[in-house]
């Protein structure tokens, strides 16, 4: 199967930053969400490491959306006002793998190793493998990825956060 994108995060928070309310989605992304404080359940980032999310950031006027990191995953935000409470909404921008697509211990080896430029033969020789055995990884994480070359896999774990630069 290929990656999917996993529906948004929803937060509703009281005009302090308390969340009243949270999607399932967000629950699953930050744990048990209600009763937290907005600001320290988010920790939003720009991609140049602003923080977003700051102790009055839930007062000021509603944030057009940005694109911002969470817990090491890219995320489009988007904060607005129904009345007197805030709504925060995270919405993935990439991607995530089911967990049968997720690189086993081993794929995982051979895929930083494949980042660093190593053929199957020298892969096979470094993890004291079968040339024949490094094959059969690199067709798993192809097929796990949904891609055709090696580069194309090293790109999408990038992109997935599987591999940091």
């Known amino acids: 199967m290929p990656p999917r994108i996993l529906p948004p995060a929803v937060l509703i928070t009281d005009p302090d930053g308390t969340v009243r309310n949270a999607s ?3 629950d699953a992304t930050f744990g048990r969400s209600v009763g937290q404080r907005c600001q320290a359940l988010v920790g939003a980032v720009t991609p140049d490491g602003t923080h977003v999310c700051t102790d009055t950031c839930i007062n000021e006027a509603p944030r057009p ?7 090491g995953r890219t995320y489009r935000m988007v ?3 129904v009345g007197p409470q805030r709504i925060v909404m995270l919405e993935r921008t990439e991607p995530d793998l089911e ?10 080896e051979v895929l930083v190793l494949i980042a660093q ?3 199957n033969a020298r892969i096979a020789r ?7 055995t490094v094959r059969t990884h690199v067709e798993h994480l ?3 990825f949904g891609v055709r ?5 090293v790109a999408k774990a990038l992109q997935l956060g599987i591999l940091t630069q």
């Open 24 to 26: 399932g989605a967000a």
């Open 65 to 71: 959306p940005t694109r911002v990191k969470v817990r």
């Open 79 to 81: 904060c607005s006002e």
């Open 99 to 108: 967990p049968h697509n997720r690189p086993s211990p081993r794929e995982h």
């Open 117 to 119: 430029g190593l053929t």
């Open 126 to 132: 470094r993890l004291e493998l079968s040339p024949f």
């Open 142 to 144: 192809l097929n796990k």
């Open 149 to 153: 070359t090696r580069t194309e896999a």
